[in-house]
């Protein structure tokens, strides 16, 4: 017999959905998933995307709370959510949130907002949620925290605060290049669709120096990026280049390019990184080449850690 949750955490972004089912001590009865994310759903299929994956631990006789972040709040997703101002941080009744009137009586749906910078002109979804996470870890940090994915973001984080961020499109270059421009030809083979799916291999691996050599190369000249990239299409004609070590190179320029352009933020103070193992693995040996040693913490576990703390907080303003 499945236990039904007292409620449910849901993280909803563009690609997939995942969500845990919660008991009343905010401890994990289980961890579920599908493909179902906001780019695969119309407005009208949001509510049967997420009772088809939790309806096995939501109770009849009552209503289960069910709280949301990420691309849900978009303008394309569930409902929009509004954008909180920086400073950010967790405060009763000052987080952005909506309700969503839901037509099956055992959820009570809501999503929360993300975040907005006027300027430089910037937003956040979901990625806030994991740094209110981080941070309800380890409430004394301050300094930068690294959230890299598809659309990465660094954020300083001061006095429990998000004061500042700024995003760099480097996971959807890679995939872009990858899979569209010239380059394609040379990584046709395995070219995957998000800045880690190159890590195939072992001479994939962040101690790569195919890797290792276009990171140092692209943080030193960062104005030499674009001829460097049209470099690998012709060391691929002219030499062979194998399409491992052209990921490898073209993942070293990007994440270079993008380190040499966010050094504002990691270039004294501490540095944390959000992230899965792989991707997180590529952040850490780039920035330990230059001297700065970032701690690391899984991205899942500090989204979950920071949907919980969001939960309490609203439970506690509802009171």
Known sequence: MTTKAEWIAVDW???????WAMDADDAVLARLSSPRGMNSLKRDEFEGALIELVGGHLADARTTPVICC???????????APYSSLPFGVEPGKA????????????????????????????????ETQIIGFLAENPDF????????????????QNGKIVEFQTFMTGELF???????????????????????????????????????????????????LARLFGLRADALLNGLAPAAARARLSGLLIGAELAAARKFHADGAVALVAEAALG???????????????AENAGAMTLRGITTFFNKIRETRR
């Open 175 to 225: 995939s872009l290049l990858a899979e569209r421009s010239v380059l394609r030809h040379g990584m046709s083979d395995s070219a995957g669709t998000h800045i880690n799916a190159h890590i195939k291999n072992d001479a994939d691996t962040p101690n790569s120096e195919e890797f290792a050599s276009m990171t140092a190369k692209a943080m030193n000249e960062p104005h030499l990026l």
């Open 13 to 19: 972004g563009t690609s997939r959905l995942r969500a």
């Open 70 to 80: 990420g691309m849900v709040g978009a303008r394309q997703g569930w409902k929009e």
């Open 142 to 157: 301050e300094g930068a925290v690294c959230l890299p994915g598809t659309h990465t973001k660094w954020a300083r984080v």
């Open 96 to 127: 952005a949130t909506v309700t969503v009137p839901a037509s099956d009586p055992r959820i009570a749906p809501t999503i929360l907002g993300g975040v907005r910078q006027n300027a430089p002109p910037d937003v956040m979804r979901g990625e």
């Open 281 to 295: 693995d590529l952040y850490a040996g780039a920035l330990k080449s230059r001297g700065v040693a970032a701690r």
